[in-house]
């Protein structure tokens, strides 16, 4: 199973909500990663967490707040986000942050905000 | 500095091959990637490569690798109008915690 589950699919957000988007693998991965996409443009890394820590944050917002409950799950909170926010939010996730050659990522949040 | 770079855009005929070229500039790659988006989908790995090979193969997929010019292709054997999708180009840094550096993509248009 090289499965990497992410929920809700689709989510529209007014600029003073709070939402969160969930991510979810089951393969023992250590290593999990939120990357947000705009259209015809390559993923951008925001995120990294390696062993539950947090370990990467490129300087994203702090209306978006990650978390990583357990070795399973990650979750990205969002709040008073901006129209310019809307994107395709991927997770990802890798055996270790150092070493685990192979990244899988799942489908998707496409995020819009009005 | 780390830049993957890539062709924006290739057309081919349905049954001919496609090569997707990819150039990067960080030497101390450790992995290279070649992942595939359709329209309004997620990111699937099609195949990976480690910086001390040269070539893999898997079935319909050939990927080179000459680490002397930072050369990367992907070569799709009789392609088919499925195969039409984003091809993005990644590579992996030693001690970069395993998050990638992608290319801008290749569009693969497939004709019938």
Redesign the interface.
Known sequence: DTEVT?TPKHLVMGMTNKKSLKCEQHMGHR?M?WYKQKA????E?MF?Y?YEKL??NESVPSRFSPECPNSSLLNLHLHALQPEDSA?Y?C?S?L???G?????????T?LLVL | GEDVEQSLFLSVREGDSSVINCTYTDSSS??L?W?KQEP??????LT?I?SNMDMKQDQRLTVLLNKKDKHLSLRIADTQTGDSAIY?CAE?IW?S????I????TKLSVKP
């Open positions: 992410q290593a990663y015809k443009k390559p993923p890394l990294v390696s370990s990467i395709l991927l990802a890798r270790a942050a150092q685990g050659e192979t990244q899988y990522f799942g489908p998707g496409r | 450790t992995y990637y992942y309004g989908a997620g990111l699937q790995l990976y480690f993005f992996s001690g915690q395993g998050n990638l992608f290319g801008k993509g």
